[in-house]
């Protein structure tokens, strides 16, 4: 019964019993020691939060804007890779479930369901995520199947050339499909559901990269092709031309310094997203909440400033309004409620951030998520500039 299921975290438990241990790590998990990855956690719990009395808290609302797009409130679905090895289509049901909640869906360039799968079963509109790799032709046979597809914003990445080293996916040779060996037969027999809908679908492998990486399947054949086919020399002046390429709305993911802020700003993109990739790539860079404030100091009005890291309620969805992120992205939040119970998890997974944000709005005294800013914090409890 999904009434139970009163936060993420309860979301996580069933998730974690749900799914094959190797997606389950993949997901919950950093690079090298996970400072950072906890980091992204745990940094939200410091700020303290004003509470405020005797203030009307009717007529309360959380919709707002994402690069002048209406959203139910300000989170997106952040692109996850591999989202179909976590459920069976899992890709096209998060869409659904965004779609139908009034949030942004955003598919990874290494997602299971391809570009074309998501435009025909959930519609058009969902973001794309576009890695940037040495093969131009490619790139611009990505950007442009994007666009046929209605995508409405184009997700760049700048913080994975190389891949952050992820002990445990070594470890557990994680491959998608997972392969036949003694180790992953006997936990597969713990996951019927999984199983079963996994049995049920076709798609089982990278949908976008299918023809372009073949052989690709294991982790150690997937982190050689992202080394030869992802480009070391990316570079801003690559910004442009793709920018260029794809003629709408451009949204920069994976900065971490003030510098490449301005950079960002100066690249004519619509938004940035303040990451460090889940704590996936560079372990030992700071939180991105720690990271957020000198960011939008930075840049000012010049670009949208979105972050994405560590949020696991809508309390951390209104600290980082606070701190100057118009928007936010989860990532981790939304897969737990994908590989717990589907589509409905994802739905769920949502309402419960939304259901928190409100109340938390409420009781620092505010109506409108709009007029949110540091005012709903406590003094010398959060990061500044
Ligand atoms: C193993 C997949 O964003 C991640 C994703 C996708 C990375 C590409 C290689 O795992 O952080």
């Known amino acids: 019964d999904l009434s139970t299921m009163t936060c993420i975290e309860d979301l996580r438990r069933v998730y974690k019993r749900r799914v094959p241990r190797m997606f389950y790590d993949y997901c919950d998990s950093g690079s090298w020691t996970e400072s950072t990855y906890r980091a992204n956690i745990d940094e939200f719990q410091t700020i303290k939060l004003r509470q405020r009395v005797a203030v009307n808290m009717t007529g309360r609302t959380t919709r707002s804007t994402m690069i002048g797009q209406d959203v139910a409130m300000p989170v997106a679905l ?57 093969d131009r032709d490619y790139i611009e046979r990505l950007i442009d199947r994007a666009k046929a597809a209605g995508c409405s914003a184009l997700q760049l990445t700048l913080d994975l050339q190389i891949l952050g080293q992820r002990h445990k996916d070594i470890k557990n040779g994680l491959s998608s499909p997972p392969k036949p060996t003694l ?25 976008n990269i299918v023809g372009h990486a073949k052989g690709v399947g294991d982790m150690s054949s997937l982190a050689s092709w992202t080394a030869e086919q992802f480009d070391p020399e990316l570079n801003w002046g690559d910004v442009e031309w793709i920018k260029k390429r794809w003629g709408g709305k451009l949204i920069i993911k994976g900065i971490m310094d003030a510098e490449d802020a301005r950079l960002a700003a100066d690249s004519g993109a619509d938004a940035l997203i303040v990451s460090n990739h889940g704590g996936r790539q560079l372990d030992g860079a700071p939180s991105s909440i720690a990271a957020l404030p000198s960011i939008a100091q930075a840049v000012g009005k010049d ?17 980082a309004r606070a701190l100057g992120a118009r928007g936010t992205m989860i990532g981790r939040a939304f897969l737990y409620g994908l590989g717990a119970y589907g589509e409905l998890g994802v739905t769920r997974a949502l309402e419960i951030i939304r259901r928190e944000l409100d109340l938390t709005m409420a009781f620092c005294g505010r109506t409108d998520i709009d007029t949110v800013d540091e005012g709903i914090l406590l003094p010398g409890t959060y990061p500044k500039p």
């Open 78 to 134: 952040a692109p996850t890779g591999l989202t179909g090895m976590q459920h069976a289509d899992g890709e096209i049901l998060a869409a659904r479930a965004a779609k139908a909640f009034g949030v942004p869906f955003t598919l990874s360039t290494m997602s299971i369901c391809s570009i074309e799968d998501v435009a025909e079963h959930a519609g058009p509109g969902f973001w794309f995520q576009l890695y940037v790799m040495r």
């Open 183 to 207: 180790a992953n037969m006997i936990n597969l027999a713990t996951k019927p559901r999984w199983c079963l809908g996994m049995l049920g679908t076709k798609r089982r492998s990278f949908g």
């Open 303 to 319: 670009i949208e400033v979105w972050m994405d890291g560590g949020i696991r309620s809508g309390q951390d969805v209104l600290k």
